[in-house]
Antibody, heavy 119, light 111 residues
Framework: QVQLQESGPGLVKPSETLSLTCAVS?????????WGWIRQPPGKGLEWIGS???????YYNPSLKSRVTISVDTSKNQFSLKLSSVTAADTAVYYC????????????WGQGTLVTVSS | NFMLTQPHSVSESPGKTVTISCTGS????????VQWYQQRPGSAPTTVIY?????PSGVPDRFSGSIDSSSNSASLTISGLKTEDEADYYC??????????FGGGTKLTVL
C-alpha cells in the first residue's frame, strides 16, 4: 500500500523559503509514477503547485513558477518542495500526492501539513 | 489560462439525485480527462471518478461521471444520496501545457 507523509516546519517567516518533504513508502519512486504538491488555504479550494515525473521532468503552476522548485531524491524515496519569498498568502495546508501521470488522477495523498507564514 | 468553473454549493435531500457541473473555460473539455475528488472536513481529497467516468475500487456505483461536449462541461452525478456524501467536491483536469487545473469546488449539503 502506497503511503505519503509530508514533513517540514509549520511556521515560516515572511520573505523566507518554505521547505517540505514527502516521504513515500510502499512504492519505489525510481520505478515511475508522477508526484505533485497541492495546497489549500484555510477555507478555500485546492491549488496545484507543481509536479515531477520520476525522470525528473517538472511542471509548475505558472502563477508560482518563479518561486517554486520540486525535486526528487530517489536514494531516500522522497520528493521535496521549496517555495521562496513567502508571504501570508502562502499560508495553507500543503498536500503531497502521487498518480499515474498528468492525464489521470492523483491516486495517493498525504494527510496534509499546515504551514503558516507569520513573523 | 484554462479554468474549470463549478457551482459554489448544491443541496439535496437524502435518497435523491444531485449533479455537480464543471465547465471548461476554453477548448474542448472532452479532449482531456476529468477527475473528481471528494473532500471531507479535515481530510485529504479522495478520488471518486477518474478519466471522465471511471470509478476506483471501493467507490459505490451511486457515483458516476460524464462529459457533455455541447456545453463543454463535465458532470458528477450522485444518486441515492446519503448523509455521508455531504462533502466538498472538486473537478480536476489539465491543459495543453500539462498544467494541472482544479475547479473551485462545490459544497454538497444533504439535508
Amino acid at each position: 500500500q502506497v503511503q505519503l507523509q509530508e514533513s517540514g516546519p509549520g511556521l515560516v517567516k515572511p520573505s523566507e523559503t518554505l521547505s517540505l518533504t514527502c516521504a513515500v513508502s510502499g512504492y519505489s519512486i525510481s520505478s515511475g509514477y508522477y508526484w505533485g504538491w497541492i495546497r489549500q488555504p484555510p477555507g478555500k479550494g485546492l491549488e496545484w503547485i507543481g509536479s515531477i515525473y520520476h525522470s525528473g521532468s517538472t511542471y509548475y503552476n505558472p502563477s508560482l513558477k518563479s518561486r517554486v522548485t520540486i525535486s526528487v531524491d530517489t536514494s531516500k524515496n522522497q520528493f521535496s518542495l521549496k517555495l521562496s519569498s513567502v508571504t501570508a498568502a502562502d499560508t495553507a495546508v500543503y498536500y503531497c500526492a502521487g498518480g499515474g501521470g498528468v492525464t489521470t488522477n492523483f491516486d495517493y495523498w498525504g494527510q496534509g501539513t499546515l504551514v503558516t507564514v507569520s513573523s | 489560462n484554462f479554468m474549470l468553473t463549478q457551482p459554489h454549493s448544491v443541496s439535496e435531500s437524502p435518497g435523491k439525485t444531485v449533479t455537480i457541473s464543471c465547465t471548461g473555460s476554453s477548448g474542448s473539455i472532452a479532449s482531456n480527462y476529468v477527475q473528481w475528488y471528494q473532500q471531507r472536513p479535515g481530510s485529504a481529497p479522495t478520488t471518486v471518478i477518474y478519466e471522465d467516468n471511471q470509478r476506483p475500487s471501493g467507490v459505490p456505483d451511486r457515483f458516476s461521471g460524464s462529459i457533455d461536449s455541447s456545453s463543454n462541461s463535465a458532470s458528477l452525478t450522485i444518486s441515492g444520496l446519503k448523509t455521508e456524501d455531504e462533502a466538498d467536491y472538486y473537478c480536476q483536469s489539465y491543459d495543453s501545457s500539462n498544467f494541472v487545473v482544479f475547479g473551485g469546488g462545490t459544497k454538497l449539503t444533504v439535508l
